[in-house]
């Protein structure tokens, strides 16, 4: 069983609440647009991270991160990527690679909208946690929790840090 912290579109912002929410959990997944290394430094040194690169993300962070990744979690497979789409209307690259693919999970960001969408036409789970960030039209800052057990998401909980823009960095 690992508990799940899943973030999104921090744009070089990572609010300090962040540490009280993922305390407890055994890994962060961040779904692109990282914004600085500070940020993935941050977070790396705080619990072990997987993330992918976003499209405002510079040379760096595209060199220390893949577009996208594919692993296991307690049974489950996983495709994250940045630019995704969501169930009906994915990114032309999705459409393609999902019958190949074929993930139980699907996460992204990019949209700084959270979605939580079983996607019953490929059988998986869709998860964007929004944004938690302060660049964005997002109005609150948001962050999903939840725990991958025997091949289930189990415990989600979708978290709101407040308007965007408040809160203090933690870098």
Same mark, same amino acid.
């Given at each position: 069983?690992?508990?799940?912290?899943?973030?999104?579109?921090?744009?070089?912002? +990572?609010?300090?609440?962040?540490?009280?929410?993922?305390?407890?959990?055994?890994?962060?997944?961040?779904?692109?647009?990282?914004?600085?290394?500070?940020?993935?430094?941050? +977070?790396?040194?705080?619990?072990?991270?997987?993330?992918?690169?976003?499209?405002?993300?510079?040379?760096?962070?595209?060199?220390?991160?893949?577009?996208?990744?594919?692993?296991?979690?307690?049974?489950?497979?996983?495709?994250?990527?940045?630019?995704?789409?969501?169930?009906?209307?994915?990114?032309?690259?999705?459409?393609? +690679?999902?019958?190949?693919?074929?993930?139980?999970?699907?996460? #992204?960001?990019?949209?700084?909208?959270?979605?939580?969408?079983?996607?019953?036409?490929?059988?998986?789970?869709?998860?964007? /946690?929004?944004? #938690?960030?302060?660049?964005?039209?997002?109005?609150?800052?948001?962050?999903?929790?939840?725990? #991958?057990?025997?091949?289930?998401?189990?415990?989600?909980?979708?978290?709101?840090?407040? /308007?965007?823009?408040?809160?203090?960095? +933690?870098?």
């Amino acid at each position: 069983m690992k508990r799940i912290g899943l973030m999104s579109d921090t744009h070089g912002f +990572l609010d300090e609440r962040v540490a009280h929410y993922f305390d407890a959990c055994d890994e962060i997944w961040h779904a692109g647009d990282i914004g600085t290394e500070a940020v993935a430094d941050w +977070l790396e040194s705080f619990k072990p991270l997987r993330a992918v690169y976003g499209n405002i993300d510079g040379p760096a962070l595209r060199q220390r991160y893949a577009e996208d990744v594919l692993f296991s979690c307690e049974g489950l497979k996983v495709w994250m990527i940045h630019i995704g789409g969501y169930p009906g209307r994915y990114v032309p690259r999705v459409k393609k +690679l999902l019958p190949k693919y074929q993930p139980d999970l699907f996460v #992204c960001g990019h949209s700084h909208i959270l979605k939580v969408m079983p996607d019953t036409r490929h059988h998986l789970l869709h998860l964007n /946690p929004g944004a #938690c960030g302060r660049e964005g039209f997002h109005k609150v800052n948001t962050l999903l929790r939840f725990t #991958c057990h025997e091949g289930q998401v189990r415990d989600l909980e979708v978290i709101e840090l407040g /308007p965007r823009g408040a809160g203090r960095s +933690l870098v």
